[in-house]
Structures are given as C-alpha cells and as structure tokens.
C-alpha cells in the first residue's frame, strides 16, 4: 500500500500536532500501523502502533501519556495525536505498515514493508 503522510509543521513547546496517514490500497486486519520518526544523525525510532483490527495501540516510553494513536477504517487513515510537545520530539515522522505480524507489535523499522514520504515536526523552545 502507498502511504501518504501530512500534518506537520512548527509548533512551540507544550503545542499540539495531528499527523495523518492515508492508505492509497489496502489495510488488512491483521497488518500493524505504526509511526516512526527520525532526527537528523539518528536512528529511525519507534513512537506508536496499532492493530488494525483490534485497535489495540502501544506506545514508545517517550510518548506515552502525550501522543495517540487512532485509526479510521472507513478513511483507510491512521493518526496521531501530539500533545504536550516538546523540542526533544523535533523530527521527520513516517507512517508505516507491517503486513500480517501475527499479533506482534515490532518496534524496529526494518520489519515494515511499505512506508510514508515522511512530515517534518519541528518543535521550538
């Protein structure tokens, strides 16, 4: 499936943000929907997931309690919510899918197979 990514920007500390990512082909049930981001000399990072069907989300330590993730089956469109920023959350997010994992919720990158062009985050202080 082809992913397409929006909803970034500049935003000061403590704002908020809504990423969107639209799915052009199909999201089966059992694919994992996840954000990813990366800063500019580092590694991509895990931020949070989704079960596609389920709906059952998980989150990396560093957004727990402040970002959400949702989903949209009849808009084949996964989001996240962004509260609470902060600069450290500066970076390029990319939407990205896992094709049937069995249940398990991979936080490395390398496991997705179709991914977003990406939106910049830039978080001032």
Same mark, same amino acid.
């Given at each position: 499936?082809?992913?397409?990514?929006?909803?970034?920007?500049?935003?000061?500390?403590?704002?908020?943000?809504? !990423?969107?990512?639209?799915?052009?082909? /199909?999201?089966?049930?059992?694919?994992?929907?996840?954000?990813?981001?990366? #800063?500019? @000399?580092?590694?991509?990072?895990?931020?949070?997931?989704?079960?596609?069907?389920?709906?059952?989300?998980?989150?990396?330590?560093?957004?727990?309690?402040?970002?959400?993730?949702?989903?949209?089956?009849?808009?084949?469109?996964?989001? !996240?919510?962004?509260?609470?920023?902060? /600069?450290?959350?500066?970076?390029?997010?990319?939407?990205?899918?896992?094709? #049937?994992? @069995?249940?398990?919720?991979?936080?490395?990158?390398?496991e997705y197979e179709d991914w977003g062009q990406g939106t910049q985050v830039t978080v001032s202080s």
């Open positions: 499936v082809q992913l397409q990514a929006s909803g970034g920007g500049l935003v000061q500390s403590g704002g908020s943000l809504r !990423l969107s990512c639209v799915g052009s082909g /199909p999201i089966f049930a059992r694919d994992v929907m996840s954000w990813f981001r990366q #800063d500019t @000399g580092k590694e991509r990072e895990f931020v949070a997931a989704i079960i596609w069907r389920s709906g059952k989300k998980s989150y990396a330590d560093s957004s727990q309690g402040r970002f959400t993730i949702s989903r949209d089956a009849a808009e084949n469109a996964v989001y !996240l919510q962004m509260n609470s920023l902060r /600069p450290e959350d500066t970076a390029v997010y990319y939407c990205a899918a896992d094709r #049937d994992p @069995g249940g398990v919720v991979h936080i490395r990158p390398d």
